[in-house]
């Protein structure tokens, strides 16, 4: 299929993108489209620029990807969706850029603080937080909009995720974003301390009532 003739955001469930199935949409924001994905039992979230590089808009949108690419290549934790593939659909060289990711199910964090949390699930959260900006920070990455909307609360037993690197920064970025942007969690604030280009990395907690 020649990519003039191919619209991410045409895609349904059960079209072909990439080798895999589209199974539902997954996220959609001003640059991307994200498809949960299958394939011989496996899923997968597919993120897709929504131009092509020789649009007028496709090299910028494709920079949130580039920063995505960079950054998952580098960090490795048990919060951090792994990177399994990124490349061009459906031509290799002029396609729509896109990447392929671990599948991801689970709430934005603002939705689950409006059924509450106990003490002890907050403390979880933030050490699990904790470690996995302390395995961003020792490579230098900065997640740079680490917010509700970005960090995912799975089941009781599994470790929050965080998503979306399309604003991530660290040394020798060819595309680094014009701006960090420090994101507040509501009744979880954040603060930068000691190193600003680490990002988010010491949370505060005020004024919040936990369930008992």
């Known amino acids: 299929m020649p990519s003039s003739d191919f619209d991410p955001l045409s895609l349904r469930p059960a079209d072909e993108v990439a080798g895999w199935r589209a199974h539902h949409l997954w996220r959609r924001d001003a640059f991307s ?8 039992g496996e899923r997968r979230l597919l993120r897709m620029a929504l131009r092509s590089p020789g649009s007028r808009e496709g ?11 960079g950054a998952l290549r580098r960090v490795r934790h048990v919060s951090i969706p ?3 593939e990124d490349g061009r659909w459906p031509d290799p060289v002029h396609g729509f850029r896109y990447l392929l990711m671990d599948y991801v199910e689970g709430s934005e964090l603002m939705d689950m603080r409006r059924r509450g949390f106990t003490a002890l699930q907050v403390a979880q959260m933030m050490m699990h937080l904790a470690r996995a900006v302390d395995a961003m920070r020792r490579e230098g990455v900065n997640h740079g ?12 037993d599994s470790p929050p995720m965080l998503v ?7 040394p020798g970025n060819p595309f680094p974003p014009e701006h960090d942007s420090l994101a507040g969690f509501g009744g979880i604030d954040t603060f930068l301390r000691g190193n600003p280009d680490i990002g988010f990395q010491a949370p505060v907690i005020r004024g919040k009532r936990y369930l008992s």
Do not use: Q, Y
């Open 145 to 156: 909009a680490l917010g509700p909307k970005n960090i995912l609360m799975r089941d009781a």
């Open 33 to 40: 489209v994200t498809w949960a994905v299958e394939r011989e």
């Open 59 to 69: 090299p910028e949108m494709e920079r949130f990807l580039e920063r995505e690419v």
């Open 82 to 84: 792994h990177l399994h």
């Open 164 to 170: 979306d690197f399309s604003l991530a920064h660290w």
